[in-house]
C-alpha cells in the first residue's frame, strides 16, 4: 500500500476524517505524488527542495494562494504521519512556509434578502410538496446555520415529536444541538406530516420501503444531494429578485450567524451551532459586523457627503 493510502487510512481511523476532507486530500496528494513520478522521485526520497519546487510550479501555473496553503497543509499531513509512523526518519516539510492567504469577509444577506428567500419557498414551487419541502429546507437552514451536508441529510427520526431541538452529526461524525425557530418548527411539521403521508401510500400502491431521511430521494445517496440543494436556492434566489451569484447555501449559514451576533447573542454560543472547533473560525463574523457598521455610517450619516 502507498503512503498516500496509508495516511488517508490514519485520518479516517485515527482523526474520525469526514469523506469530503479524505477526498480533497487525495486529490491534492495525487497531484503531488504525479509531479514527483515526472521527474523520477516519489514522496519517500522527496527532499525539501522537491517540495519547494512542486509549490513553485504550482504558483506557475496560476493557482490561487488559498489552494496552494491547502496542498501544503495536505503535503505537511502526510508527511508528520510518515515521520511519526517510522516510514521517514526525517521531516522534509516541517519548515516549509505556506502562501499567505488573503483574509476576506464571508458573504452574506441581510434581513430582508433573507426574507424574501423565505417567501420564494413558499410560493415558488409548482406543487403542494415541492412548497413544503422547500420552506421547510430554508427554514432550517437558517433557523439552525446548518451546513448543506447536514441539512439534506437529516434523519427523519431527528424530526419526529415537534422537538425545540434537533441533533445534528457534522464533519468527524461530531453531534451538536441546535435550536429550532417556531416557524422551522411549523415548516418541518408541516412538510413531515406530507412526507409521512405520501410514504404510506407508496408503501400500499407499490410497496416502496420507508425512507430514514427526512429529505428523500431517489438517487443513490436515498437523500436530497447538495448539488440539488445549490441548484434550487440560485432559482429561489432568482424567484425572489435576489441576485443568484450572491447566494448559497454556505451564505445563508453565514447569514445565520450574522445576525445572531447582531441580535446580541454570545459568540461562544454560536460557535457551538455552527459546529465550528475553533472559536477564532467564528470570530470572522465579528470583522463582518464592524465591515457592514462602517459601510452604514460612510453611506447614512448625515455628515458623511461632507466627509
Given amino acids: 500500500m502507498n503512503w498516500v493510502d496509508l495516511f488517508l487510512e490514519a485520518q479516517a481511523a485515527e482523526r474520525g476524517a469526514a469523506l469530503n476532507s479524505l477526498m480533497a486530500y487525495r486529490r491534492d496528494l495525487e497531484d503531488f505524488s504525479a509531479h514527483l513520478a515526472a521527474r523520477g522521485l516519489s514522496p519517500d526520497r522527496a527532499s525539501r527542495a522537491d517540495i519547494e519546487g512542486y509549490l513553485i510550479a504550482c504558483e506557475a501555473e496560476g493557482l490561487a494562494a488559498s489552494t496552494r496553503a491547502r496542498r501544503l497543509s495536505a503535503i505537511r499531513g502526510l508527511y508528520r504521519f510518515a515521520h511519526e509512523d517510522g516510514l521517514r526518519t526525517d521531516d522534509p516539510a516541517i519548515r516549509i512556509t505556506g502562501p499567505a492567504k488573503p483574509k476576506s469577509?464571508?458573504?452574506?444577506?441581510?434581513?430582508?434578502?433573507?426574507?424574501?428567500?423565505?417567501?420564494?419557498?413558499?410560493?415558488?414551487?409548482?406543487?403542494?410538496?415541492?412548497?413544503?419541502?422547500?420552506?421547510?429546507?430554508?427554514?432550517?437552514?437558517?433557523?439552525?446555520?446548518?451546513?448543506?451536508?447536514?441539512?439534506?441529510?437529516?434523519?427523519?427520526?431527528?424530526?419526529?415529536?415537534?422537538?425545540?431541538?434537533?441533533?445534528?452529526?457534522?464533519?468527524?461524525?461530531?453531534?451538536?444541538?441546535?435550536?429550532?425557530?417556531?416557524?422551522?418548527?411549523?415548516?418541518?411539521?408541516?412538510?413531515?406530516?406530507?412526507?409521512?403521508?405520501?410514504?404510506?401510500?407508496?408503501?400500499?400502491?407499490?410497496?416502496?420501503?420507508?425512507?430514514?431521511?427526512?429529505?428523500?430521494?431517489?438517487?443513490?445517496?436515498?437523500?436530497?444531494?447538495?448539488?440539488?440543494?445549490?441548484?434550487?436556492?440560485?432559482?429561489?434566489?432568482?424567484?425572489?429578485?435576489?441576485?443568484?451569484?450572491?447566494?448559497?447555501?454556505?451564505v445563508l449559514r453565514h447569514a445565520f450567524a450574522t445576525h445572531l451576533l447582531s441580535g446580541g447573542a454570545d459568540l461562544r454560543a454560536i460557535q457551538a451551532m455552527l459546529g465550528h472547533a475553533d472559536i477564532s473560525t467564528t470570530e470572522i463574523y465579528t470583522h463582518v459586523l464592524e465591515s457592514r457598521l462602517q459601510e452604514l455610517v460612510l453611506t447614512k450619516h448625515p455628515l458623511a457627503g461632507g466627509a
Fill in 105 to 250: 469577509l464571508p458573504k452574506t444577506l441581510s434581513q430582508e434578502q433573507v426574507d424574501a428567500l423565505l417567501t420564494a419557498a413558499e410560493d415558488m414551487g409548482k406543487t403542494a410538496e415541492e412548497r413544503l419541502r422547500d420552506t421547510a429546507l430554508m427554514q432550517l437552514l437558517y433557523a439552525t446555520g446548518m451546513r448543506v451536508s447536514e441539512l439534506v441529510a437529516l434523519p427523519v427520526a431527528a424530526a419526529r415529536g415537534d422537538p425545540r431541538m434537533l441533533l445534528v452529526r457534522g464533519k468527524g461524525g461530531k453531534e451538536r444541538m441546535v435550536p429550532l425557530s417556531p416557524p422551522a418548527r411549523d415548516a418541518m411539521a408541516h412538510w413531515l406530516a406530507h412526507r409521512d403521508a405520501g410514504e404510506r401510500k407508496g408503501r400500499v400502491e407499490r410497496g416502496t420501503p420507508p425512507s430514514a431521511f427526512l429529505f428523500p430521494s431517489r438517487g443513490k445517496a436515498g437523500h436530497l444531494t447538495r448539488v440539488w440543494f445549490h441548484g434550487r436556492i440560485k432559482t429561489l434566489a432568482a424567484f425572489a429578485g435576489i441576485d443568484p451569484a450572491g447566494v448559497s447555501p454556505h
